[in-house]
C-alpha cells in the first residue's frame, strides 16, 4: 500500500474516532465542566452541546487547516517555502518533491493531533461523568508531554528528511 493511500486511511480514521466519541457525550449532563485548574476542578461550565461542537470544529478544523495549506503549496512560488537547504529544494525539479513530502508530513502531523485530540476530550467526558466533576490531571499532563515528544519528534524526522539531499559532484572534480 503507498505510504500516502496510508497516510490518508490513517487521518480519516484519526477523524473518524473523534467524531464518534461525540455520541458517547450524549451520556453526559445537559451542563458540563469545559475548563479545569491545574489541580482538576472545574472553573467554566457550558452545555453539553457547545462543547461538542466547539471540540469537534477546534480539533477537526487545525488539521484541516494543515492538510489544506500542505496541499496548496506546489501553487505556490518555491521562494515561499522555508526549507533547509533551500537552494536544492527550490530548484523546479526538486520544489514539487519537496511539496509531496511536506503535504505527506502534514497528514501524519494530523493524524497525530486528531488522536491526541480525541484521548484529550476522553479525559475531559470521563471528568464530567463523575460528581463533583474532576479532571485527572496526571492524565492530562501525560497525554500533553506525549503530544510535545510527538510534535519534536516529528519535527526533527522531518528536518532530518529535507536536510538528506544528494551530493553533486561537479565535472572533473575529484
Not at 451542563?31 to 466547539?54: E, I, T
Not at 530548484?91 to 493531533?113: D, L
Amino acid at each position: 500500500m503507498k505510504t500516502s493511500l496510508l497516510s490518508w486511511i490513517a487521518l480519516l480514521l484519526a477523524a473518524t474516532a473523534l467524531l464518534l466519541l461525540r455520541l458517547d457525550w450524549q451520556e453526559l449532563p445537559e451542563k458540563v465542566a469545559v475548563h479545569f485548574d491545574a489541580a482538576g476542578r472545574p472553573n467554566r461550565w457550558d452545555s453539553r452541546q457547545s462543547l461538542a461542537v466547539a471540540t469537534a470544529a477546534l480539533h477537526l478544523g487545525v488539521a484541516g487547516v494543515l492538510v489544506l495549506v500542505t496541499s496548496f503549496l506546489h501553487r505556490l512560488p518555491p521562494s515561499t517555502m522555508n526549507l533547509p537547504k533551500s537552494g536544492y529544494w527550490r530548484r523546479p525539479e526538486n520544489y514539487p518533491q519537496a511539496c509531496r513530502i511536506t503535504r505527506h508530513w502534514a497528514r501524519w502531523f494530523a493524524t497525530g493531533q486528531l488522536v491526541w485530540a480525541t484521548l484529550m476530550d476522553r479525559q475531559l467526558m470521563l471528568a464530567n461523568q463523575v460528581r463533583p466533576p474532576r479532571l485527572d490531571s496526571g492524565a492530562v499532563w501525560m497525554l500533553t508531554a506525549a503530544f510535545v515528544g510527538f510534535t519534536l519528534l516529528s519535527i526533527g524526522l522531518m528536518l532530518i528528511r529535507l536536510n538528506r539531499v544528494p551530493r553533486v559532484t561537479e565535472p572533473g572534480a575529484a
